[in-house]
């Protein structure tokens, strides 16, 4: 460089174009790693499940890491962690499921923690003593996407999937009912409660019920439900009632229904259809919303055992029901009478009617109805009577029957209800008949005549001692001079045979040819001293009468001895009269 600032002199750098080197075989290795690595964290990334949230109330043996979730005994999940809530009142389980179930993770899905249960309707989760438990997942049927939820505590029933229909029973209250309680008709069990949940409001308890096809279709719009659980036992007119579905609704409930015969307006029904559930089997057969015919019965009766619900039959067949008992004060005569209210059922005529030679006789309704019934009860004496149903509680039931010999009455129309003509019960003329037998025992003179008895036993135990006293020694002694006399005469018929016998036959040839002779020579002879009213012969027919009746009086002693030998000791007993 010069002073004065030239610079042409100073070299100048020179830009030279550098050497283009070549990839090295050194970093393929690495790229292609990095490659493959990103190539697997898209595939991971784009078959990545989503992550879903449970909450449960309790999580026995759930494990993060460990515990899967599963579908139809396949895993479809996998639990990544297990927390409690915000506040700690609750489990909540974070778990990662399979890319392939996504779709099925819907708003009502369902999980619960299968583990080993010992339950009275059966037991369940025995493979998890060897494997663990396990959430067990179900689909839903909904379309809306969902993350988080909430596990049931207890597993639905296996229902999923089996062909049959729901339907929601509503009761007041839940009873002896839980889920997994069967389901019976005719005593078949045909389906179960899968579960239950309070009804909006919180006045009553829905239940729902899975029924089994092809039983389903026997439910019908007139299909009644009642409660079958335990037994039900009764006391009533009917007498005493035990009914009970199975030995399985006694441990965990039950349920049991039954369409009516004959009823009308009977259409099919659709699934999730709502049915009430009674208490007992009468009450949910009774009518509902059938027409009804009142009456009310008024008894000079007690009406003591009858209440309300007692039946009304008709020649045996329940035909109502007793719907209220009450009292009744009469002000024209002053008197106070029972009365009874009685609700009959068209329609169960119509259960109990056959085919009879005129068609329609039952069905006849309005104003025909109430001529025909009429005509009953004047011409033919259709009444009301109560009758005992029972005899060990006395339960009372209202009886309609035939009475032709009761007075002549009519069904009084003109009051509401309509009034009944009624007949004494039969407990009350039983009763009417006692009482009568009693009046009439307490008429009878039971003190005199137990008075006249006791002087008569009395008189006849003194004779008995006089005859202890006086003739017993009188008689031992007229016995032995009797067996004296008897023995001298059979020594003397023994002699009679041998010596006398003969000789008295040859007398008595001679005998008779004397009398022979006598009677020639009486023949002629004046009949005025022999004649038929001499006295000789009159005081000799005398004689021989007196003979004959003392000989009559010794034979009859004699086998009167023979027969009752006693009587020598205690005397002939006194003869009744």
Known sequence: ???????????????????????????????????????????????????????????????????????????????????????????????????????????????????????????????????????????????????????????????????????????????????????????????????????????????????????????????????????DLSVGANGVSVRTESLLSLLVGGIAFETPARAPGDNAVASEAVFPLSNDRNTALSPRGAEVERFALYFHDSLRGLSIGAPVDFLGLPVGEVTDVGLVYSEPTQTIRTRVEVATYPSRFFAHAEKTDAPGALSLSGEKRRTFLQRQVVEKGLRAQLRSGNLVSGQLYVALGFFPDAPKAEIDWTRNPPRFPVVPGKRATIEAKVNSILAKLDKVPVEKIGKDLAETLSTLDRTLRRL??????????????????????????????????????????????????????????????????????????????????????????????????????????????
């Open 1 to 231: 460089m010069t002073e004065n600032g030239d610079l042409s002199d100073v070299p100048q750098a020179e830009r030279v174009p550098g050497k283009r080197v070549g990839l090295s075989v050194v970093w393929v290795i690495p790229i292609l790693a990095a490659l493959v690595g990103l190539g697997i964290a898209i595939q991971q990334f784009l078959n990545e499940g989503p992550m879903i949230r449970i909450t449960f109330r309790a999580a026995e043996g759930i494990e993060a890491g460990k515990t899967r979730i599963k579908y139809m005994d396949v895993d479809i999940g996998k639990v990544t962690e297990v927390g409690l809530s915000n506040d700690y009142s609750r489990i909540v389980v974070t778990a990662k499921m399979e890319k392939q179930v996504e779709p099925l993770i819907v708003d009502d899905c369902r999980f619960w923690i299968v583990k080993p249960r010992v339950t009275l309707s059966g037991i369940s989760g025995i493979g998890t003593l060897l494997s663990g438990n396990y959430i067990r997942f179900e689909p839903g049927k909904s379309r809306r996407q969902r993350r988080e939820f909430v596990g049931i505590e207890t597993p639905p029933p296996a229902t999923s999937g089996l062909p049959g229909r729901e339907f929601v029973l509503r009761a007041d209250t839940l009873g002896s009912l839980g889920i997994g309680s069967p389901v019976y008709y005719r005593r078949i069990n045909v389906g179960q409660v899968i579960g239950y949940d309070m009804a909006p409001g919180g006045k009553s308890v829905d239940i729902r019920i899975f029924l089994n096809a092809p039983y389903d279709r026997f439910v019908t719009s007139n299909t009644r439900f009642w409660e079958a659980s335990g037994i």
């Open 468 to 577: 202890d006293g006086e003739t017993l020694p009188e008689a031992r002694k007229t016995l032995a001079t009797l067996d004296r006399t008897m023995e001298s005469a059979t020594r003397t018929l023994s002699r009679v045979d041998g010596e006398i016998v003969p000789e008295i036959k040859k007398t008595l040839g001679e005998l008779r040819r004397a009398a022979a002779s006598a009677h020639r020579a009486l023949s002629n002879t004046d009949n005025t001293f022999l004649g038929p009213d001499a006295p000789a012969k009159q005081e000799l027919r005398d004689a021989l009468r007196e003979f004959t009746r003392a000989a009559r009086a010794i034979r009859v002693l004699a086998d009167y001895l023979e027969r009752n030998p006693n009587a020598i000791l205690r005397g002939k007993p006194r003869e009744s009269p």
